[in-house]
């Protein structure tokens, strides 16, 4: 039991960074209209200020995993979590449009080294056998955080003029909480092996699971004797098929337009005829049908396997974002915030819930930090494109188009799943390895 206890703990307070990660992606939604009308914003000047988070987000995932490689994971967690508590604060202090934008900016590059680093501590201290339900908490808080952003908007909308810095502020507090745990935790223990600090991975593994702790220690030893140092390249043609896999998994997480939803959700609403409390309220109900279909997920990850849940989720999506489509074109709006908390479950419980645990299982130990890093990046690249260009796209096309458009990716996510994407439940990371790193 204690032996459980230290994983799960560990993983709790790393999946902080993920509570962080979702409250800082959410909370912005409640504020941006306050905002454009703070500064006078032009609707160019306000997506760069929506997008801009996500333009640091992008630097973060692409360079996340230099640091976690070179400082350790835990040492570039404490730094994310600084990172948090200065964009909070100074994003609710800023006098001025361009400080504003330079503390949201430090904000998303502690979202994207976030989106590498805790998958990646996670996976490497998980026993296979709950590996997806532990990494699948680090999605579970970050829906968790969606959800408290959302409602924190909602409850806070009428504290007086500012209530938008309010908004933007209160993150502080969980960021401080997030720095301070982090002193509980271990380094990874795979970390120290692939460093030569075997005494010290040794003791990590014997607080994990003392009765196979040695043979732990024993097969990663000889896997990373089979491989190059830390300095070797991603782009070996034998990490070709994990490479594929990843990028093209994180593509069409974003082109499923679920951060175009979360992002602009009142503004969504709005548009269906509903006021701007209601949105709101229906922006929370999103969080809350989020973390429910999660959490669902994570549990029933390791036992179900993440294909099967891909291929589900594929269909849900499909399906309704195809009949949201067919609500904008014929005009009739009543379906349509039923049918977005549906699409929402479908894609907590697939894209949601196994982004960042498969990710995490498919790149060997000496280019793992790496290849998180290029999933996450590509995930938040295309999260900033998508997040970008809807406003102008749905002006311009048509809620119709628009959602008809994500529709069609889902399609062509249906078919990667059904004929690339492999199963790797119940498979230690070494073994994972085997089976999809060409030799």
Not at 51 to 67: D, K, M, Q, R
Request: contains cysteine.
């Amino acid at each position: 039991m204690l032996v459980k206890k230290n994983v799960f703990f560990w993983s709790i307070v790393v999946a902080l960074g993920g509570l962080l990660f979702g409250f800082d992606t959410a909370v912005i939604s409640g504020a941006e209209k306050a905002i454009q009308q703070v500064w006078q914003l032009s609707d160019y000047e306000q997506g760069l200020t929506i997008s801009i988070a996500l333009v640091g987000t992008v630097i973060g995932a692409i360079f996340g995993g230099v640091p976690s490689d070179a400082l350790g994971r835990r040492a570039t967690l404490s730094w994310i979590a600084v990172l948090y508590l200065v964009s909070a604060v100074g994003a609710a202090l800023s006098p001025a449009w361009v400080p504003f934008m330079l503390f949201r900016f430090l904000g998303g590059l502690g979202v994207g080294a976030s989106s590498v680093t805790a998958p990646l501590y996670i996976s490497e201290v998980s026993p296979p056998e709950s590996r997806g339900r532990m990494v699948g908490m680090f999605q579970f808080n970050v829906v968790f955080g969606i959800l408290l952003a959302y409602l924190s908007n909602y409850l806070l909308k009428n504290v007086g003029p500012d209530a938008w810095r309010w908004m933007l502020g209160v993150q502080a507090f969980p960021a401080l909480a997030f720095f301070l745990l982090l002193f509980r935790i271990p380094e990874s223990p795979r970390w120290l092996l692939r460093r030569g600090r075997t005494d010290e991975a040794r003791a990590v593994f014997n607080r994990i699971d003392p009765a196979t702790a040695e043979q732990n220690v024993a097969t990663i030893l000889v896997a990373n004797a089979a491989e190059q140092g830390p300095g070797e390249s991603l782009w070996n043609p034998q990490y070709r098929r994990p490479v594929m896999l990843a990028i093209l998994f994180a593509m069409f997480n974003q082109l499923a337009g679920i951060n175009a939803i979360i992002y602009y959700a009142p503004r969504i609403f709005e548009m269906t005829g509903r006021g701007a409390a209601a949105a709101l309220l229906s922006s929370a109900g999103i969080g809350l049908v989020n973390f429910c279909f999660t959490l669902l997920a994570v549990n029933i990850i390791d036992k179900f396997g993440r294909r099967k849940l891909m291929l589900i989720g594929s269909v849900g999506l499909i399906a309704t974002l195809g009949l949201v489509a067919r609500a904008f074109y014929t005009k009739q709006f009543g379906p349509v915030p039923i049918l977005l908390f549906v699409y929402i479950a479908f894609f907590a419980f697939s894209q949601g819930a196994v982004i960042w645990v498969f990710i995490s299982e498919i790149f060997p130990s000496a280019v793992r930090a790496k290849g998180q890093a290029l999933g996450s990046s590509t995930h938040w690249i295309m999260a900033a494109i998508v997040t970008f260009v809807f406003p102008p796209i749905a002006k311009s096309l048509g809620g119709g188009t628009t959602f008809a458009i994500f529709a069609g990716m889902m399609v062509l996510q249906l078919l990667y799943v059904w004929k690339l994407m492999p199963e790797t439940k119940g498979k230690t990371l070494e073994d994972a390895d085997k089976v999809l790193v060409l030799h």
